[in-house]
């Protein structure tokens, strides 16, 4: 991260619109965003963020590929 640069937090939307490809234009959108922001280092998660995004998952999801286990293995 270059000193001075500002910090973004994600919040659980991005991550969910990044990693659904059902969610279309959000989906490609989000993903570079998170990817953007990854390679910067400037990304702030809080823990709350990812529990809420791992519940949306494993738990509201459709997609028989989001499980638990899934989540632990990534």
Known sequence: MTPGAA???LDTNI????YEPDA???HMTARGLVSR?????RAVISVQVLQ???VT??????HAAYTPEFARAR
């Open 7 to 9: 910090r973004e937090f």
């Open 24 to 26: 279309a234009d959000r």
């Open 37 to 41: 922001l990854g390679e910067s280092r």
């Open 15 to 18: 991550l969910v619109y990044a």
């Open 57 to 62: 998952m494993t738990r509201k999801m459709t």
């Open 52 to 54: 809420e995004f791992h």
